[in-house]
C-alpha cells in the first residue's frame, strides 16, 4: 500500500532501527552481567551471599548489569519507536541472542556449538528479511489517535488473550510443574513460563514505550500534551510494565543457562510485540504487497532460528568413569585432594552440604555426610567440581586422590 503523504520520512526510520540495535548491545551485556551474579552468588556460602529481594540481587555486578538493561536501552529505545513502526524494530532484538552467542561462552563459561552458530546465522538472515521488507512508514501521533487504537476489536481480543495466557502461565508455575516433573526438569519448565511471560509482557510495554516516545516527540516539535492525565497514565504504564517484564526475566536466567533461556524469551518478545505493534497502530497497512508475503516469512525464519538454539538437546558426552571431569582435569599436577566419608546421625537420611578444610601438610580434605555413595551423588571439592563414580570409590576407602591432567 505504501505511506501516506503524513509519513515522517525513511530516513528516520532507518535512524530508529540503529538505535534500536544500539539497544541490544546494552541488553545483551545487562542480561549477562544479571545472569553471571546468579551464577557468583549461588557459589557463595549462604552466610556471604548477597540479599536477594524477588528476582533482584543486591550485588554489583547485578545492579552493573540493571543499569546497562534499562539505563542505556531505555532511552535509545524510547527514541527508536518514535522513529520507526514497533513491528520493524522489535525483530532487530534478534541482535541480542547474536551477541549473546558470542559473549555468553567467554563470561559465563557456557558452551556453544555448531549448531548454536548456525541458528544464530539463521537468525540474521531473518532480521535480514524483516528489515528489508517490513513496513518503513511511521507517523506522529496525538494522544487522541492512541486512545482511539484501544477500541478497536482485533486489539480487545488480542488484550482478552494475553489475559488468559498469563493467567494460565501463573497457574502452570504454581501448580502445574510441581505435579508432573522434579529436578532440573521443574527448572525448566518454569524457566519457559517466564519466559513466555517476560516476553509478553514485554510486547504489552513496548506498546506503551512507543506512547510515550510519540509523546516525547510531539513535546519537542512544540505541541505537547502532558497536560492530559491520559498522558501520564501512558507513561506510568510503560513503567509498570517494565518493571514487571525484568522481575519475570531474572527468574526465569535463574533457573536455566543463558543460551538456552534466553532464545525463549526473545521469540516470545519477537512475536507478542510484533503482533500488538501491528494491531494497536495498524503496521500492516504499510506494507508493500509482497511485504504481506516476505515480513512473515522473516519473522518466523528468526523464531525459527530461535528456537533451534532452544530446543536443540543438551550437549551430553559419554565419558570413562575413571576420567575426571575436565575442570578437575585442568587443576596443577601437584594439587591432592584427601575425600573422606562419615556416616550421617540418622539412618536412612542423607546431606550432601560439604565441609573442606586444609591438613598441615597441604592436602585438601573434604568432609560427606550420607549413608550412601553412588553414581548420582555429587562429590566435589570447595570449587564445586563434579567428581566421578571412581572418585566415590576412593571416598569409601578414605584413599587420597590425585588429580593429574590427563
Not at 493467567?167 to 519448565?189: H, I, L, S
Not at 497497512?285 to 523464531?303: A, D, Q, S, W
Amino acid at each position: 500500500m505504501g505511506c501516506g503523504e503524513d509519513s515522517t520520512g525513511v530516513h528516520l526510520v532507518m535512524i530508529g532501527m540503529a538505535l534500536a540495535v544500539l539497544a541490544s548491545v546494552g541488553s545483551t551485556f545487562g542480561l549477562i552481567l544479571q545472569k553471571l551474579a546468579q551464577v557468583q552468588n549461588d557459589a557463595l556460602p549462604p552466610d556471604k551471599q548477597y540479599t536477594k529481594t524477588g528476582a533482584i540481587i543486591c550485588s554489583p555486578t547485578w545492579m552493573l548489569g540493571f543499569v546497562l538493561l534499562i539505563a542505556v536501552p531505555f532511552p535509545l529505545d524510547l527514541v527508536a519507536f518514535s522513529l520507526a513502526p514497533q513491528s520493524l524494530v522489535v525483530p532487530l532484538t534478534g541482535v541480542t541472542l547474536i551477541l549473546n552467542q558470542v559473549i555468553a561462552p567467554f563470561m559465563l563459561k557456557e558452551k556453544v556449538s555448531m549448531l548454536d552458530w548456525i541458528a544464530t546465522g539463521v537468525i540474521a538472515v531473518g532480521i535480514i528479511f524483516t528489515t528489508a521488507f517490513g513496513s518503513h512508514c511511521s507517523y506522529e501521533y496525538t494522544v487522541d489517535h492512541m486512545l482511539g487504537f484501544f477500541e478497536q476489536l482485533a486489539f480487545q481480543v488480542a488484550e482478552v488473550l494475553f489475559v488468559i495466557s498469563m493467567v494460565f502461565c501463573w497457574w502452570w508455575v504454581t501448580w502445574g510443574v510441581p505435579r508432573w516433573y522434579a529436578d532440573e526438569k521443574a527448572d525448566q519448565m518454569r524457566a519457559v513460563a517466564y519466559g513466555y511471560m517476560a516476553g509478553a509482557v514485554g510486547g504489552q510495554q513496548q506498546i506503551f514505550l512507543k506512547a510515550t516516545g510519540e509523546l516525547l516527540e510531539t513535546s519537542i516539535n512544540g505541541a505537547g500534551e502532558w497536560d492530559r492525565w491520559e498522558s501520564w497514565m501512558l507513561a506510568v504504564a510503560c513503567f509498570g510494565f517494565a518493571v514487571a517484564q525484568i522481575q519475570l526475566l531474572n527468574k526465569g536466567l535463574a533457573l536455566w543457562t543463558a543460551v538456552k533461556y534466553l532464545p525463549i524469551y526473545n521469540v516470545c518478545l519477537i512475536l507478542c510485540s510484533t503482533t500488538y505493534g501491528s494491531i494497536f497502530y495498524q503496521e500492516y497497512k504499510g506494507l508493500e504487497t509482497i511485504g504481506y508475503v516476505m515480513f512473515p516469512i522473516g519473522v518466523t525464519v528468526v523464531v525459527a532460528g530461535s528456537m533451534v538454539l532452544t530446543l536443540k538437546n543438551e550437549q551430553r558426552t559419554e565419558q570413562d568413569p575413571t576420567v575426571l571431569p575436565e575442570k578437575m582435569q585442568a587443576l596443577p599436577e601437584e594439587t591432592v585432594v584427601k575425600m573422606e566419608s562419615r556416616r550421617a546421625s540418622s539412618q536412612g537420611e542423607k546431606n550432601l552440604d560439604n565441609e573442606s578444610e586444609e591438613s598441615d601438610d597441604g592436602i585438601e580434605i573434604l568432609h560427606l555426610d550420607s549413608t550412601t555413595i553412588n553414581k548420582e551423588d555429587i562429590i566435589c571439592d570447595k570449587e564445586d567440581f563434579i567428581g566421578t563414580t571412581s572418585a566415590a570409590a576412593m571416598v569409601m576407602t578414605g584413599n587420597p586422590v590425585l588429580l593429574t591432567p590427563q
